[in-house]
C-alpha cells in the first residue's frame, strides 16, 4: 500500500468539494484533468466547472482549479527530508477564469469584483487574446480573457478547510462575472 502524498490527499478533497457542488445542482463539472509529468517527476490536477444555476442554462465562463506540485516538494514528502523557513514541502493552487469579453474596460469591473470577493488577496493576472481577422485596424469582436488568481503560497495538509472556501468564492465569482459579460 502506498502512502498518500500532501498532493493525493488535497486533490482528493478538492474533487469532493467540486464534485459535492455539481451533486447539488451548484456547478457543472466540465473537465477533469490528471497528469504527471515522468521527464520532471511533477504532477498537475486540474478541474473546471461551469455556474449551474443559470435561469437560461447557458453559461458563458468557466473556472479551472489547478493543483500542481513539483519534483522538489515530491521528492522531499517521500524521502521525508526536514523542511526549513527555506524549504517546504506542499502544492500550489491557482484558479482560472475562462471567459469572453467584448470591451477592455470590462477589465477593471473584473478586477474590482475579484477583489471585493476575495478581499484582495490573490493577487489578479489577466491575459487577452483575439482571433486576428487579417484586417489591422479593425477592433476586435471579443477578447478571451484568461483571468489568474496566484495566492503565492504552497499549501498543504493544514489547508484543507480553505479549499472549501476557495471553492465557495470562485462560484461566487463565477456567478458575479456573468452579469458582466
Same mark, same amino acid.
Given at each position: 500500500?502506498?502512502?498518500?502524498?500532501?498532493?493525493?490527499?488535497?486533490?482528493?478533497?478538492?474533487?469532493?468539494?467540486?464534485?459535492?457542488?455539481?451533486?447539488?445542482?451548484?456547478?457543472?463539472?466540465?473537465?477533469?484533468?490528471?497528469?504527471?509529468?515522468?521527464?520532471?517527476?511533477?504532477?498537475?490536477?486540474?478541474?473546471?466547472?461551469?455556474?449551474?444555476?443559470?435561469?437560461?442554462?447557458?453559461?458563458?465562463?468557466?473556472?479551472?482549479?489547478? /493543483?500542481?506540485? !513539483?519534483?522538489?516538494?515530491?521528492?522531499?514528502? &517521500?524521502? %521525508? *527530508?526536514?523542511?526549513?523557513? =527555506?524549504? #517546504?514541502?506542499?502544492?500550489?493552487?491557482?484558479?482560472?477564469?475562462?471567459?469572453?469579453?467584448?470591451?477592455?474596460?470590462?477589465?477593471?469591473?473584473?478586477?474590482?469584483?475579484?477583489?471585493?470577493?476575495?478581499?484582495?488577496?490573490?493577487?489578479?493576472?489577466?491575459?487577452?487574446?483575439?482571433?486576428?481577422?487579417?484586417?489591422?485596424?479593425?477592433?476586435?469582436?471579443?477578447?478571451?480573457?484568461?483571468?489568474? /488568481?496566484?495566492? !503565492?503560497?504552497?499549501?498543504?495538509?493544514?489547508? &484543507?478547510? %480553505? *479549499?472549501?472556501?476557495?471553492? =465557495?468564492? #470562485?462560484?461566487?465569482?463565477?456567478?458575479?462575472?456573468?452579469?458582466?459579460?
Amino acid at each position: 500500500m502506498f502512502d498518500p502524498t500532501i498532493f493525493d490527499n488535497i486533490k482528493v478533497a478538492l474533487e469532493g468539494a467540486v464534485y459535492d457542488l455539481d451533486f447539488a445542482g451548484e456547478v457543472t463539472v466540465t473537465s477533469r484533468s490528471d497528469q504527471v509529468e515522468l521527464a520532471a517527476m511533477a504532477r498537475e490536477y486540474t478541474i473546471g466547472c461551469r455556474n449551474a444555476v443559470r435561469k437560461d442554462g447557458n453559461s458563458q465562463s468557466t473556472a479551472l482549479f489547478i /493543483l500542481s506540485a !513539483g519534483t522538489a516538494d515530491l521528492a522531499g514528502e &517521500i524521502l %521525508d *527530508l526536514a523542511e526549513s523557513e =527555506e524549504r #517546504t514541502f506542499g502544492c500550489t493552487l491557482r484558479v482560472t477564469f475562462l471567459l469572453n469579453i467584448d470591451r477592455l474596460e470590462q477589465c477593471i469591473e473584473i478586477e474590482r469584483i475579484l477583489n471585493t470577493i476575495w478581499s484582495y488577496r490573490p493577487r489578479i493576472i489577466q491575459e487577452l487574446s483575439f482571433v486576428y481577422n487579417g484586417i489591422v485596424l479593425e477592433r476586435p469582436a471579443a477578447y478571451h480573457n484568461t483571468i489568474t /488568481l496566484d495566492f !503565492g503560497r504552497k499549501i498543504n495538509e493544514d489547508n &484543507i478547510e %480553505d *479549499l472549501f472556501t476557495i471553492v =465557495e468564492h #470562485t462560484v461566487q465569482s463565477l456567478r458575479q462575472l456573468e452579469r458582466i459579460i
